[in-house]
């Protein structure tokens, strides 16, 4: 069985920073991919920022402010929020592609969510 588990959400200010992490795991023999995805209520889920073996790209809402990194060896992943602002409150996603131990193929799997909430 495979888990994400996200972490780091929270409230914060305008202009502040946070910091999410998601670790993966279980029976897991490889990492395709990795990813953040947010929502807000009635609309749909949304790519923030992926990170694979070609690089990370971003949605240009975040471009600039938000940095994706990768630990493999942990398999965990980070998205470093700077500049936050209040159309940036969501719940955040991960979301991971890999292949489970003994797997043919590689499976999508998602993280429970965390809320980020930005407010003065």
């Known amino acids: 069985q495979v888990q994400l588990v996200e972490s780091g959400g929270g409230l914060v200010q305008p202009g502040g920073s946070l910091r999410l992490s998601c670790v993966a795991s279980?029976?897991?023999?490889?990492?395709?991919?990795m990813a953040w995805y947010r929502q807000i209520p009635g609309k749909e889920r949304e790519l923030v920022a992926g990170?694979?073996?070609?690089?990370?790209n971003y949605a240009d809402s975040v471009k600039g402010r938000f940095t994706i990194s990768r630990d493999n060896a942990k398999n965990t992943v980070y998205l470093q929020m700077n500049s936050l602002k209040p159309e940036d409150t969501a719940v955040y996603y991960c979301?991971?592609?890999?292949?489970?131990?003994?797997?043919?193929?590689?499976?999508?799997?998602w993280g429970q969510g965390t809320q980020v909430t930005v407010s003065s």
């Open positions: 990170i694979s073996g070609t690089g990370a």
């Open positions: 979301h991971a592609q890999l292949r489970r131990n003994f797997a043919g193929r590689c499976e999508d799997y």
């Open positions: 279980g029976s897991i023999s490889n990492i395709n991919s």
